[in-house]
């Protein structure tokens, strides 16, 4: 019967009009739709009062569109960027090379989102600038956003 209800839309809804690009792109989606039960619009996905997915607009107890952001990928990414990171001032380049390369990869990770958290907004617009992202892997499986029960 989900079953039935998700072809049913899919073929109504939201495969018309898509480039052949996006709709390669959603078929990583229909493993999930396969399990519609599981990903059904709840009250979770309405905004308050309302009774439909905040998002795509789909009745709760249906299945969320292939569209609807509840639905996501994720691309393996490079990025490279320009910074001042602030250190000690008595800080020499090979003191910087040793503390970084001595941290863990989650302590490593942390030192830099901190490092980008303390720029001030004037400096994220300069060195914005310098962002220069790679894309490594853009196959990655669909994943809903509620998938951590
Ligand atoms: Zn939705």
């Known amino acids: 019967m ?3 209800n998700i072809e049913r839309i899919n073929m109504k809804d939201e495969f018309y009009g898509l480039t052949n690009d ?10 999930i739709l396969k399990n519609g039960e599981k ?5 979770a996905d309405a905004s308050k009062g309302a009774d439909f997915c905040f998002v795509c607009k789909k009745p709760i107890g ?13 691309m393996k990414i490079g990025v490279s960027v320009e910074y001042p ?8 380049k090979d003191d910087f090379i040793s503390h970084r390369t001595s941290l863990d ?8 989102i901190n490092d980008l958290y303390d720029l001030e907004p004037e400096e ?3 060195y914005g600038e310098s962002i220069k992202y790679e894309c490594l892997d853009e196959d990655g499986d669909a994943i ?6």
């Not at 996006?22 to 493993?31: E, H, N, W």
């Not at 990903?39 to 009250?43: A, C, G, H, K, R």
């Not at 809903?144 to 029960?149: A, D």
């Open 85 to 92: 990171a602030r250190v000690p001032v008595y800080w020499t």
């Open 124 to 126: 994220r617009d300069y």
């Open 22 to 31: 996006k709709m390669l792109a959603l078929k990583a989606v229909q493993t």
């Open 105 to 112: 990869a989650r302590q490593s990770m942390d030192v830099f």
């Open 62 to 74: 249906q299945p969320h569109s292939f569209g609807c952001a509840c639905f996501h990928k994720e």
């Open 2 to 4: 989900i079953k039935n």
């Open 144 to 149: 809903f956003n509620r998938n951590s029960e």
């Open 39 to 43: 990903y059904l619009v709840t009250e």
